[in-house]
C-alpha cells in the first residue's frame, strides 16, 4: 500500500478535530441508554439509527440458541436471546481495495454502588477533558470512535476502494455472543480492527479467560459446639492458597515477548464467595467463583486439568476433603487465548495510521483480559488486532470515563487505517 498524500492526512485529521464536539455529542446519547449484558436493545435503536443516519447499508438481527449451541462452551449460556439485537453497516467501496471490519461492543456491566460514583454512571458529564460513564471507556467510546472516523473521511471527500464494515455487537462482557454471530451471519473481511480502551496501544495479542466455581462441602453444628462441625470456610482457605500458589508459579514459567511488561500476565481471582446461613452456624457449605488468566501460546483444556490436579492435591492431603472432595467447574464463556504475528499487515497498517496521527510509533504489547478478538480470529480466519482510546483499569469501576483527546487521537488514526488499508478511490 502506497503512503497515504499528505493533503488527504491534514485534510482528515482536521476535520476529526473539528468535529470534536460532535463525537462527544453522540458519546453521551450512548452513555446515557443503560445497556447491562443482556440489556442491550435500547441502546442499539440509538446505534441503528446513528447507522441510518449516516447511510450505511444496515442489518439488524438476533442470536438465537440454535446457532450459538454448538460453540457454548465459547460464549456461555445465556439468561436470553430476545431484544438483543446486533447491527452491522456497511459503506461499500468503489472496488479493488482491501476490506475492512470495525467493530465494538455496547454491552456494559452494571454500574454498581452508586455512592462510590463521584460521578452520575448513566449520565455522560463532561468536565474538562474528561467524560464519566458506564461504558464511557468499555467501549461505547470505542463505537463513537469508528462512527467519526467515517465522518471525517466523508467530510474530506474521501471515496474508499474497499468496504468498510461496522458492526455494534451485544454479550461481550459474558462471552461474545454477538461477535460470534456476526461471524457466523457471515461477516469477515481481510482484517478487524477492536477498539478497546488499549491506552492507544497496539494489542496483538489478548489472554485467555476462563470462569469456575468451586463448591466446597463442610458439615453443620452449632457455633458453641463449632468442633463438632467441619467449616467449609476453613476447608476452602487451603484451597484458596494453592490457587495463589498456581498463579505465582505460572507468572515465574510462562514467558511471552508481548506480556514480560506485566507482573500478574496470568492472575486467578475469587470474585464471589458465598458461605453458610447463620452467624451462630458452623457453614455447611461454601460456593466461590473465580476467573483465571492464560496467554497466547497455552491451550484451554491442559490447563483446566492443572488447575482440577492441584486442587485435588489440596484434597488427598485433608482427611475430609479426601471423603468429600471439592466440585470444580467450568461455566460462563470461556475466551481462550488468541494473537497474531506482531509483523502481520494489518498491524503494519495501524502502527502507519498512528505514526500519521501523532509522530510517534505506537506501543505494541498485550493484554492479560479476554475479549470478541478471538471469536474474529478463530472462527472469522479473520486477522484482527485491538487499538483505541481509554484504559481498561477505568472500565469496570466507579466514574469510569474516557479523555477526550485521546478518543480524537483514536478517530485520527482509525480513519487513516481506513483510508490506507481499503484504498483512496479519489
Same mark, same amino acid.
Given at each position: 500500500?502506497?503512503?497515504?498524500?499528505?493533503?488527504?492526512?491534514?485534510?482528515?485529521?482536521?476535520?476529526?478535530?473539528?468535529?470534536?464536539?460532535?463525537?462527544?455529542?453522540?458519546?453521551?446519547?450512548?452513555?446515557?441508554?443503560?445497556?447491562?449484558?443482556?440489556?442491550?436493545?435500547?441502546?442499539?435503536?440509538?446505534?441503528?439509527?446513528?447507522?441510518?443516519?449516516?447511510?450505511?447499508?444496515?442489518?439488524?438481527?438476533?442470536?438465537?440458541?440454535?446457532?450459538?449451541?454448538?460453540?457454548?462452551?465459547?460464549?456461555?449460556?445465556?439468561?436470553?436471546?430476545?431484544?438483543?439485537?446486533?447491527?452491522?453497516?456497511?459503506?461499500?467501496?468503489?472496488?479493488?481495495?482491501?476490506?475492512?471490519?470495525?467493530?465494538?461492543?455496547?454491552?456494559?456491566?452494571?454500574?454498581?454502588?452508586?455512592?462510590?460514583?463521584?460521578?452520575?454512571?448513566?449520565?455522560?458529564?463532561?468536565?474538562?477533558?474528561?467524560?464519566?460513564?458506564?461504558?464511557?471507556?468499555?467501549?461505547?467510546?470505542?463505537?463513537?470512535?469508528?462512527?467519526?472516523?467515517?465522518?471525517?473521511?466523508?467530510?474530506? =471527500? %474521501?471515496?474508499? !476502494? *474497499?468496504?468498510?464494515?461496522? &458492526?455494534?455487537?451485544? #454479550?461481550?462482557?459474558?462471552? @461474545?455472543?454477538?461477535? +460470534?454471530?456476526?461471524?457466523?451471519?457471515?461477516?469477515?473481511?481481510?482484517?478487524?480492527?477492536?477498539?478497546?480502551?488499549?491506552?492507544?496501544?497496539?494489542?496483538?495479542?489478548?489472554?485467555?479467560?476462563?470462569?469456575?466455581?468451586?463448591?466446597?462441602?463442610?458439615?453443620?453444628?452449632?457455633?458453641?459446639?463449632?468442633?463438632?462441625?467441619?467449616?467449609?470456610?476453613?476447608?476452602?482457605?487451603?484451597?484458596?492458597?494453592?490457587?495463589?500458589?498456581?498463579?505465582?508459579?505460572?507468572?515465574?514459567?510462562?514467558?511471552?515477548?508481548?506480556?514480560?511488561?506485566?507482573?500478574?500476565?496470568?492472575?486467578?481471582?475469587? =470474585? %464471589?464467595?458465598? !458461605? *453458610?446461613?447463620?452467624?451462630? &452456624?458452623?457453614?455447611? #457449605?461454601?460456593?466461590?467463583? @473465580?476467573?483465571?488468566? +492464560?496467554?497466547?501460546?497455552?491451550?484451554?483444556?491442559?490447563?483446566?486439568?492443572?488447575?482440577?490436579?492441584?486442587?485435588?492435591?489440596?484434597?488427598?492431603?485433608?482427611?475430609?476433603?479426601?471423603?468429600?472432595?471439592?466440585?470444580?467447574?467450568?461455566?460462563?464463556?470461556?475466551?481462550?487465548?488468541?494473537?497474531?504475528?506482531?509483523?502481520?499487515?494489518?498491524?503494519?497498517?495501524?502502527?502507519?495510521?498512528?505514526?500519521?496521527?501523532?509522530?510517534?510509533?505506537?506501543?505494541?504489547?498485550?493484554?492479560?483480559?479476554?475479549?470478541?478478538?478471538?471469536?474474529?480470529?478463530?472462527?472469522?480466519?479473520?486477522?484482527?488486532?485491538?487499538?483505541? !482510546? *481509554?484504559?481498561?483499569?477505568?472500565?469496570?469501576?466507579?466514574?469510569?470515563?474516557?479523555?477526550?483527546?485521546?478518543?480524537?487521537?483514536?478517530?485520527?488514526?482509525?480513519?487513516?487505517?481506513?483510508?490506507?488499508?481499503?484504498?483512496?478511490?479519489?
Amino acid at each position: 500500500m502506497t503512503d497515504l498524500d499528505r493533503k488527504l492526512v491534514d485534510a482528515v485529521t482536521r476535520v476529526v478535530a473539528a468535529r470534536r464536539d460532535d463525537a462527544v455529542r453522540l458519546l453521551q446519547a450512548l452513555v446515557r441508554v443503560p445497556s447491562t449484558t443482556g440489556e442491550e436493545g435500547a441502546v442499539q435503536e440509538k446505534v441503528e439509527h446513528a447507522f441510518r443516519g449516516r447511510g450505511l447499508e444496515v442489518d439488524v438481527w438476533e442470536a438465537t440458541a440454535a446457532e450459538v449451541e454448538p460453540y457454548r462452551d465459547h460464549v456461555g449460556q445465556q439468561r436470553t436471546y430476545e431484544n438483543r439485537p446486533n447491527v452491522a453497516g456497511r459503506l461499500r467501496g468503489r472496488g479493488g481495495g482491501r476490506s475492512l471490519l470495525l467493530n465494538a461492543h455496547t454491552d456494559t456491566v452494571a454500574p454498581g454502588e452508586p455512592g462510590a460514583w463521584g460521578h452520575d454512571p448513566l449520565g455522560g458529564e463532561l468536565v474538562g477533558d474528561t467524560l464519566y460513564g458506564r461504558g464511557s471507556c468499555d467501549m461505547k467510546g470505542g463505537l463513537v470512535t469508528h462512527l467519526a472516523a467515517l465522518d471525517a473521511l466523508e467530510a474530506a =471527500g %474521501v471515496e474508499l !476502494a *474497499g468496504d468498510v464494515t461496522v &458492526t455494534a455487537t451485544v #454479550g461481550e462482557e459474558n462471552g @461474545g455472543l454477538g461477535a +460470534l454471530s456476526t461471524v457466523l451471519r457471515g461477516y469477515r473481511a481481510d482484517a478487524a480492527l477492536i477498539t478497546e480502551p488499549t491506552r492507544l496501544r497496539l494489542v496483538p495479542a489478548q489472554g485467555g479467560s476462563l470462569v469456575f466455581r468451586l463448591t466446597v462441602p463442610g458439615r453443620s453444628a452449632h457455633a458453641a459446639v463449632r468442633d463438632e462441625g467441619v467449616s467449609a470456610l476453613e476447608k476452602f482457605v487451603p484451597l484458596f492458597e494453592a490457587l495463589r500458589g498456581l498463579e505465582r508459579e505460572r507468572n515465574a514459567s510462562l514467558r511471552h515477548p508481548l506480556y514480560d511488561h506485566l507482573k500478574n500476565k496470568v492472575p486467578i481471582n475469587i =470474585g %464471589v464467595a458465598r !458461605a *453458610g446461613n447463620w452467624a451462630s &452456624t458452623v457453614p455447611e #457449605g461454601l460456593v466461590a467463583e @473465580g476467573r483465571a488468566g +492464560l496467554i497466547p501460546g497455552e491451550e484451554v483444556e491442559p490447563f483446566k486439568r492443572q488447575v482440577t490436579e492441584r486442587l485435588l492435591a489440596v484434597a488427598d492431603g485433608d482427611p475430609w476433603l479426601r471423603e468429600n472432595p471439592p466440585i470444580l467447574e467450568w461455566f460462563g464463556g470461556q475466551f481462550a487465548p488468541s494473537e497474531v504475528p506482531t509483523d502481520a499487515p494489518i498491524c503494519e497498517a495501524v502502527k502507519r495510521a498512528h505514526v500519521l496521527a501523532t509522530g510517534e510509533e505506537p506501543i505494541v504489547e498485550g493484554v492479560s483480559y479476554g475479549a470478541d478478538m478471538r471469536l474474529f480470529i478463530r472462527f472469522g480466519e479473520t486477522p484482527c488486532v485491538m487499538y483505541g !482510546a *481509554g484504559d481498561v483499569r477505568d472500565a469496570h469501576a466507579p466514574d469510569e470515563h474516557i479523555s477526550i483527546p485521546d478518543l480524537v487521537t483514536a478517530t485520527k488514526t482509525v480513519a487513516l487505517l481506513i483510508a490506507d488499508w481499503c484504498g483512496v478511490a479519489r
